[in-house]
T-cell receptor
Framework: GAVVSQHPSRVICKSGTSVKIECRSLDFQATTMFWYRQFPKQSLMLMAT?????????EQGVEKDKFLINHASLTLSTLTVTSAHPEDSSFYIC??????????FGSGTQLSVL | SQQGEEDPQALSIQEGENATMNCSYKTSINNLQWYRQNSGRGLVHLILIRSNEREKHSGRLRVTLDTSKKSSSLLITASRAADTASYFC???????????FGKGITLSVRP
């Protein structure tokens, strides 16, 4: 299956700082990567669709200037949470969808903003 | 918007028993998928069933789909403590290749 490597797994930062989360596709080329956010005991909420070489497509209500997505290569997509605040604390997960329709997920990043 | 709604929200069973989880959805779908998530980890795909299929098996997993009732069930037979996790259904409506996830079911299997 498609392996998605996500780093870091956990990050604690001070309010006002920016945090970058990386997702790498290890054994395939990902033209599209999906970024999700998950609160404790909640479902996954799609934040944006990252497209290699073009701008990301954001879901309604997601601030594109707050959550910067870069997909500069076929193997790397990054999500930067800018000027993070405590309400941004959450579990962030990336995923890639293969032609077979199922999603392969990264291991997730737990962000805690103090 | 929420598409899949699983029930029950939490399920606790004894090892060896079967676990049945249900998912209902609202709009027409191309396929429905079940995923598993261990605490603090990413999701792992379990099984996919297409709209023209009624039942599918994979190892100890059995999934059914009733498009007339817009519902699906996931059965895990002979459960093990290692099956303890959260389980999510996700619907694919074919719109922009996005999956919509339900709220999830927390399964606890007591050894």
């Amino acid at each position: 299956g498609a392996v998605v490597s996500q780093h870091p797994s956990r990050v604690i930062c001070k309010s006002g700082t920016s945090v970058k989360i990386e997702c790498r596709s290890l054994d395939f080329q990902a033209t599209t990567m999906f970024w999700y956010r998950q609160f404790p005991k909640q479902s996954l909420m799609l934040m944006a669709t990252s497209n290699e070489g073009s701008k990301a497509t954001y879901e309604q209500g997601v601030e594109k200037d707050k959550f910067l997505i870069n997909h500069a290569s076929l193997t790397l997509s990054t999500l930067t949470v800018t000027s993070a605040h405590p309400e941004d604390s959450s579990f962030y997960i990336c995923s890639h969808r293969t032609a077979g329709e199922k999603l392969f997920f990264g291991s997730g990043t737990q962000l805690s903003v103090l | 918007s929420q598409q899949g709604e699983e029930d029950p929200q939490a399920l606790s069973i004894q090892e060896g028993e079967n676990a049945t989880m249900n998912c209902s959805y609202k709009t027409s779908i191309n396929n429905l998928q079940w995923y598993r998530q261990n605490s603090g980890r990413g999701l792992v795909h379990l099984i996919l069933i297409r709209s023209n299929e009624r039942e599918k098996h994979s190892g100890r997993l059995r999934v059914t789909l009733d498009t007339s009732k817009k519902s699906s069930s996931l059965l895990i037979t002979a459960s093990r403590a290692a099956d303890t996790a959260s389980y999510f259904c996700a619907t694919d409506s074919g719109a922009n290749s996005k999956l919509t996830f339900g709220k999830g079911i927390t399964l606890s299997v007591r050894p």
